[in-house]
């Protein structure tokens, strides 16, 4: 089983505000100010770290490099995200990358 790889939808744009990630919808079905994210630390840097190429074990190293959290934790809070963003459609898996659970 290898390890998903995601990408982000070229509908978004990030924006810093007052030291908070904000992602904003600008087109397509997504363009809605109910769409509108604010990310914590935690979520900014997964985010940063969603590139196409990176898979999620490795997004899951560097949470584990720069938060003081147990892998099991990180692991599990990192899925949930993964997911939630996934179900947004705020990211897609890359095809033949992982499993789909």
Do not use: N, Y
Not at 68 to 78: F, K
């Amino acid at each position: 089983m290898t390890s998903p790889v995601f990408r982000k939808s070229p509908d978004l744009v990030r924006r810093e505000i007052a030291e908070e990630t904000i992602l904003v919808p600008f087109r397509g079905q997504l363009a809605s100010l109910q769409q509108i994210h604010v990310l914590s630390p935690v979520a900014a840097l997964i985010w940063e770290e969603i590139d196409g190429c990176r898979d999620q074990e490795a997004i899951l190293q560097a949470v584990l490099d720069r938060f003081s959290v147990s892998a099991e934790q990180a692991r599990r809070d990192l899925e949930a995200f993964l997911a939630e963003l996934e179900g947004a459609r705020l990211v897609e898996r890359v095809e033949g990358s992982g499993d789909r659970g």
